[in-house]
């Protein structure tokens, strides 16, 4: 027998169909609606990543938090059935507060003992939040995803505690950036059918780089096929009180480690209203693979949305000093913790990339293929 009550969502006029909000208004079991947050010192010792996220179609809740000091990876990962209150924001040790909607957000994991990894975190809103552009992506003639995305940056302030340790997140020595983002978006567990083999990838580059300066933010993205051709775009400027400006179609020169596809220095090209020439640097602090303890395809211990049962909880540490011991790593997006430059200015920020497959314009030409 179904419940098919009200929830405590459908008391306030936040409704865009004729339905509870205990439902989505499609019935495509890829329906989901998640954030993510990146939380950094600017010497690149740290970098912890946290995230929680809602699948109404399979009844799913799920969040993860991830600290990367050194090689070593800390990772907490809990996942549990979808209740009712779609505002309580918490599945296992993990939780996140919405104190002030768009500018004040509380970030919590709980401990299990004195050696494992915690945080208590209040993020604060240093700049407006902004859209990313509308993203939707097909495989033949099935659209596979479609999401609805903003982005925004802050200062953040609380503690970490891993390892007996307490890190203090001190505001200006820390800089935090999010994202917000809803819609339809592959869960495992699905038959990719006649879709999934006819119209196999062959390539797919990304970069996704919000900046926080001190006056200014700054956001990029860039998805591309294996030809080169751009599915998604975006440079933008944006300060408090003025309209946003954009800044053109960004092209970058990533340095790569050899014989990998890790970038460790790049330089985005963009252009002012003016059309004067802007370099936007960006110099790689610390690095944090998403497909390894975050949940991101095509990680192989757990991947979002899943069904682990009720009340599952996971933590974990991995080994990042070899690289060939998480080999599935490459074929994923991995953040990194980033000092950026632009007219004599330092910022910090993510710089989010993935190439995997034939990218024409890097001269990478399959799977196997690397830097020189």
């Not at 946290?50 to 050194?70: E, H, K, S």
């Not at 944090?288 to 949940?295: E, H, Q, R």
Request: one cysteine or more.
């Amino acid at each position: 027998m179904t419940d098919d009550r009200p929830v405590p969502l459908d008391e306030y006029p936040v409704h865009q169909v004729p339905l509870s909000m205990k439902h989505v208004a499609t019935s495509d079991r890829n329906a989901y609606d998640r954030c993510i947050f990146h939380v950094f010192d600017h010497e690149g010792r740290a970098l912890l990543i946290l995230g929680l996220g809602v699948y109404p179609n399979i009844g799913v809740i799920d969040a993860y938090a991830t600290l990367r000091i050194g090689d070593t990876l800390h990772a907490v990962r809990a996942s549990d059935a979808l209740g009712d209150d779609r505002m309580n924001l918490a599945v296992g040790p993990l939780s996140l507060t919405v104190d002030r909607p768009l500018q004040r957000i509380r970030l919590q994991c709980a401990a299990e003992g004195p050696e494992s990894l915690a945080c208590d975190i209040e993020w604060n809103a240093d700049f407006p939040a902004v859209w990313e552009p509308h993203h939707t992506q097909r495989r033949g003639d099935r659209l596979t995803l479609e999401g609805r995305r903003f982005v925004q940056a802050g200062r953040p302030s609380g503690t970490i505690r891993v390892g007996g340790e307490e890190i203090a997140v001190t505001p200006g020595e820390w800089t935090a950036t999010r994202d917000r983002s809803w819609g339809v978006r592959p869960i495992p567990g699905e038959d990719g059918g006649r879709a999934a083999e006819e119209h196999r990838t062959e390539g797919f580059h990304w970069i996704w780089a919000p900046v926080a300066f001190e006056d200014r933010f700054m956001m990029v993205i860039v998805q591309e096929d294996a030809d080169g051709h751009r599915s998604l775009n975006e440079a933008l400027l944006v300060r408090n009180g003025r309209r946003d400006v954009q800044l053109g179609w960004p092209h970058t020169d990533i340095t790569y480690r050899p014989g990998t596809r890790h970038p460790e220095r790049a330089v985005i090209h963009l252009t002012d209203p003016a059309r004067k020439p802007l370099e936007l640097g960006v110099q790689v602090l610390a690095s944090s693979p998403l497909a390894i303890g975050a949940g991101y395809p095509p990680a192989d211990d757990w991947q979002h949305g899943t069904w682990r049962g009720r009340g599952w909880t996971d933590r974990r540490s991995y080994d990042l000093s070899d690289p060939s011991a998480h080999p599935l790593a490459a074929y994923g997006v991995t953040d990194h913790a980033a000092r950026f430059t632009l007219d004599g200015r330092i910022g910090h920020g993510i710089f989010e990339h993935g190439s995997f497959g034939r990218h024409d314009p890097s001269g990478f030409t399959g799977f196997d293929s690397v830097a020189p």
